[in-house]
């Protein structure tokens, strides 16, 4: 372990904890923290640092930690903005470890705030102190009764004790879950909240899960990740530890993003792309944060599908129903049980009833309970069923029922997921699957989650691990062509020749300056042909009017020319037309768009999708990290909506996915090597053509910084 | 009002009600039924019914009603099957309004079932009596204090009184929306459960609630309507009378489809023409049934917005984050609130922060409660906020808050939902609520399906009325063409004659018996053409390579035709082929498919949706109860994800939408005149030029009965 590792590790096992601004009043934030630690009966010792007060709740107090010469691992800074330099300078000087500063109104503020966030990391740094925070809520370890927060959710107990590693870039849903799992019966190793991550950061919290012994699942709520190549890199550690990753990121709108910014001063990235690491790097991706801790939990205590099939059953006929259509609404595929399981489910039921979804309501009396039993344990030994839904409706006897089934699914080792109605009326069932050590769900919606979760992550695992992004290696004359480029938008001409240089097909077109130029080309080329304006000032070239396909002939050329030159100066008063490409009018093949990004957190990406037409219909685009290799490239081409129509559906050619894919690992591997310089490159579209006949770029454009 | 809902109304609100099978064992159907009309406080008279027992708890009982002289309005029958015949003639001779059966094992189970359900509506029918069930758990009338019904949802109280009028065809469901409205504060006008709905069925209950005066919103679980068209009306006059309907419907999914069958005995007709019924007709669907109490009672107690905006305001940064993602990905629009609450807001806030979504977390501690009620308030003053969603985060002092969140929503006047996070640290702020008479939900999920009904229902409210569907009014020549074809499947020749019949544009095109006939006629067309092979045993011509596009000459279609031949004979070797179509190739266009249907519940439907490549990667059908006009034709195609490229996105030229529209109403006006004998028509595909210039069916297959 690296020294900034174990360091990290004291921060959060720390055998004394002092509490700088602690208080005797609950209404500060020093007050509650005191009170917590003494609630929750931390076995270790509390310093409370207090400038005048001899003790606080009954603890002697010192005024500094320096000269007390008492041995502290963790510090937890609840002070005003002025006094935390000199308090982190203290702790520094004492020996400590690490300090957790709740204080907020610094990188989140602005550039201001920014700074005076840098000074106190600097002060760290030189002490080789870890910061948690700033403008974060601390953490908890339930392993050691440590609650070193001020949040309210440790008002009431007890601390949930689990497996669960839950890192938090908001304090407040932090509290909210730590609520939820004492609730639900869910726990944790480790809750942290990470505030502004001045140094400690979320990747340093799933290295930490990785290598802790106490957490078996890793739960993250993200705003933006410092390094999003590091996470990636974690994540198939993770992978490879059997530790399912699981993240909510806040940025999926446009106003999530700056709320992101303006809450911990995250950038948050692409939502598309982080969403396409997640899947390519086993880390469940969910929409909710309490959705986080239910799915973990199940994972935890019910372990993982071993095929990505679903059974549900239900004694109420109407929830059944209900359940069936969400459960395909949901995209998860009903178990199809073998015919043992269904022979001797039929011998159970009244004609006429499914077997999955399976309606157990209404079975005879006397052996109802028994039956509806049976038929769980019947399901459960099948090897076709991945995982089971049990949806309980209510009934007379709802508690011993309830208890019944949670005991029979904690007993079967098939994954279960137990989903009671809301409402008093079913306390006694909740709080019965809590004493038996089951976990539950009170609404559908999480029911649908929990087992969406595990099947994916149960196929995840039987999946080969996630690769490991080979090195770029493009082409060097496409980096040499690069580094003589300008920094700015570049044409169509210019982008082919990059492309090119990168070992990219494109149409071979010059720029023709004038309409005479043009008609010489069109006669080496041969009719008909597209005529294409340039300049640098149009973005979208079809809007401007700017783009003549089919041309037959001279006089249509001429005439294409100027209707050209009259769309740019209706769009864009004043721009020069650069002159206009003559390219051969190619017909039949399927027009993709492939491109790729620099992206705030990944850098370097990918993507691929539909083009032409669907564009605007469709949303229809893949994207990875890059570089990918051809056989990366194919897989997210097979992930296209398109990608029948490329294998050729209903009679149609297949189209050449070999070419479609070595142009997508081309240029994944020219935007690795070019990093930053290269914001964006699109090639649209990208013909593909028939098997066996290449696929070509008719239009691109690119971007380049300096 | 009509007799039938008279009696209706009776048996609802009954002055007396007698419990045949009364028991004073609440294991038995009929103990807890009599427990819980004791336990309510039933404010009619209580009749048991026993054979041999002089009082059930305590009330005296009689052995048979028609010779006790005791006037009845509802008798509820907890009775095994066998006695149930008589038990009805009882109530039938006793003058009895109506009847409710619990008793289960009628049409759900079979054919002989449904004998046995037959022969009890017999007596019922002959005595004037109601039923409600077989196979159903009663109902309530809170208003009455009337709980007849053996569901242990009664076994807590108190009833919950209120204004939202339930019919469910699941008798648990029922139970489980009676303890959730418990729980939140909703509350029932009535709560009935249909099961099989021998005689009433939901549309009666429908109607009942839009006469009802204690009801504001219809609440329906739906597993299958008996009269598609009935509801449909009721739909129209629940919309005029201002009570939004709000339903789930069971048989999504294939599964689904098959448990309403097994389940109530419901033919669950096609869930994509109930979709598109449901919003044509301003009935809020929804994928849950808790989902249906949040939401109507949301609309009772909040209102409706009177703009479809959505301003968010969370004390918790990542909250609110997260919020503003999920409200984008429901397709939910942020408000833009006016300058003047911008400015207001701005003075409020730290700089930098959104004003929506709005995080009032961490406003100065002098002002922080009152700030964020204040910019609650400038909000809700702001008409250019429809609804709000306040997203509590826990903090400090949070009951005191929250009850101070809910006093000033239900004071705006402005429809605001209330979001706590689950767990018990916030039982107090959800207790405090209900005190005030607060709606609030414990999931986002749930929150963003109240706004989602509410912007809805409110933008249903604003639009004009539903459309009474016109009579079918097709060409006579349709009629009188479709009666003189035979059953069975229509060859492609048959059916176009069939839509030139009803003055929609088609290919003309004869069949060719012979490769020379063929030849004379591409001679009289001109090439290129198309050349088709027809067969009554091809379905898919394509796949069986039975379509040859843009023959240039007499060889090449000599060559054409021996291929068609080859490719039937390998598809379905033995088939006959009748001969072939020839068609001029026309160039240029969109395709789509237009069709109709017969639906199991609402009957004709007609259909438009992208064609050609498309079909098979986008869900993109439209759907509409037939006939609809040409207005309502373009409505259904403005809703079609290909509509900006009819529309003529990017410079395209616009596509003829308004000969689309027609072939869709005409189409629809054949549905509806030719009703069940029309199975299907396909028109695959219609070839939709550019405006001016007409759409034109290129090829089309239907199905017809006797």
Redesign the interface.
């Known amino acids: 372990m690296n020294p900034a590792a174990s360091t990290l590790r004291a921060l959060l096992n720390p055998r004394s904890v002092a509490v700088y601004g602690a208080s005797s009043d609950p209404?500060k934030f020093g007050g509650?923290v005191m009170r917590f630690l003494l609630q929750h009966g931390y076995r270790g010792r509390i310093v409370p640092v207090h400038p005048g007060a001899a003790e606080v709740l009954g603890i002697p107090a010192v005024s500094r930690l320096d000269t007390s010469g008492i041995p502290v691992d963790a510090c937890l800074l609840a002070l005003p903005s002025a006094h935390l330099a000199a308090a982190l300078e203290d702790c520094g000087r004492a020996g400590a470890r690490g300090a957790v500063i709740i204080t907020?109104?610094f990188a989140e503020?602005?550039p201001e705030g920014a700074a005076r966030q840098e000074e106190l990391l600097q002060i760290a740094r030189r002490h080789g102190l870890r910061l948690i925070g700033p403008n974060c809520l601390g953490f908890i370890n339930p392993q050691l009764s440590l609650a070193l927060t001020s949040?309210?959710?440790l008002?009431?107990g007890p601390m949930p004790r689990g497996a669960i590693g839950l890192a938090?870039?908001?304090?407040?849903?932090m509290?909210?879950l730590i609520?939820?799992a004492?609730?639900t019966g869910a726990g944790f190793s480790v809750a942290a909240s990470l505030g502004n991550q001045a140094d400690i950061e979320l990747c340093d919290l799933v290295e930490y899960f990785i290598e802790d012994e106490a957490t078996r699942a890793i739960c993250l709520?993200v705003?933006g990740l410092k390094d999003g190549r590091r996470f990636l890199e974690l994540a198939r550690r993770a992978h490879a530890a059997g530790k399912p990753v699981l993240a909510?990121k806040?940025?999926?709108?446009?106003?999530?993003q700056?709320?992101?910014q303006?809450?911990?001063a995250s950038l948050a990235g692409s939502y598309a792309v982080w969403a396409a690491a997640c899947r390519d790097h086993a880390v469940i991706l969910l929409?909710?944060?309490?959705a986080l801790i239910y799915c973990a939990d199940f994972l935890v205590r019910c372990g993982v599908p071993a095929c990505s099939t679903v059974a549900v059953i239900s004694?109420?006929?109407?929830?059944?129903?209900?359940t069936?259509?969400?459960?395909?609404?949901a995209g998860l595929a009903?178990a199809d049980p073998g015919a043992a399981t269904q022979d001797a489910l039929r011998a159970l039921l009244?004609?006429?009833?499914?077997v999955?979804?399976l309606?157990v309501?209404?079975l005879p009396r006397a052996s109802g309970l028994d039956s509806a039993l049976t038929a769980y344990e019947l399901l459960a030994r099948d090897p076709a069923v991945g995982a089971i839904l049990i949806a309980v409706?209510?009934?007379?006897q709802?508690e011993d029922k309830v208890r019944q089934w949670g005991r029979a699914a904690l007993a079967s080792g098939k994954p279960t997921a137990i989903l009671l109605?809301?409402?008093?009326?079913?306390d006694g069932a909740r709080h019965a699957l809590k004493e038996i050590g089951c976990p539950h769900t009170?609404?559908?919606?999480?029911a649908l989650r929990v087992l969406r979760a595990a099947i994916d992550y149960g196929a995840a695992l039987r999946d080969s691990p996630p690769r490991t992004a080979a090195e770029g290696n493009p082409a060097g004359t496409a980096r040499e062509y690069a580094a003589r480029l300008p920094a700015g938008r570049l044409n169509e001409p210019d982008t082919k020749a990059l492309l090119r240089a990168c070992g990219i097909r494109t149409t071979e077109d010059v720029v023709a300056a004038t309409v005479e130029a043009a008609l010489a080309q069109a006669r080496r080329i041969g009719y008909p042909v597209v005529l294409k304006g340039v300049s640098r000032e149009l973005v979208?070239k079809?809007?401007a009017?700017a783009v003549r396909l089919d041309i037959p002939d001279e006089a249509a050329l001429r005439a294409a020319w100027q209707a050209i030159a009259a769309g740019l100066e209706r769009h864009r008063p004043g721009a020069a037309l650069d002159g206009c490409v003559v390219q051969p009018m190619l017909k039949g093949g399927i027009e993709l768009i492939v491109g790729c990004r620099w992206d705030a957190q990944f850098g370097a990406v990918v993507l691929a999708g539909s083009g032409g037409?669907?564009v605007?219909?469709?949303d229809?685009v893949q994207m990875a990290v890059a570089p990918v290799s051809v056989e990366g490239a194919k897989r997210m081409i097979g992930r296209l909506?398109?990608a029948?129509?490329l294998a050729g559906?209903?009679?149609?050619r297949p189209a050449d996915v070999d070419a479609l894919a070595g142009t997508v690992a081309r240029l994944s591997e020219l935007a690795a090597a070019l990093g930053p310089r290269l914001v964006e490159l699109d090639i649209n579209p990208l013909l593909v053509l028939d098997a066996g006949h290449g696929a070509i770029a008719l239009d691109g454009r690119a971007t380049l910084t300096g």
């Open positions: 209404g509650r907020a109104d503020t602005g949040s309210v959710a008002a009431t938090c870039q908001s304090g407040s849903l509290a909210s609520s939820h004492q609730d709520y705003e909510v806040a940025g999926r709108s446009e106003a999530g700056k709320l992101a303006s809450h911990t929409d909710d944060p309490e004694p109420s006929g109407g929830t059944v129903a209900v069936g259509d969400r459960v395909a609404a009903l009244p004609p006429g009833r499914l999955n979804p309606d309501g209404g409706a209510t009934t007379p709802l109605t809301p409402g008093t009326l079913v009170n609404r559908l919606d999480d979208h079809s809007e009017g037409v669907l605007e219909i469709l229809d909506r398109i029948p129509v559906a209903r009679g149609r």
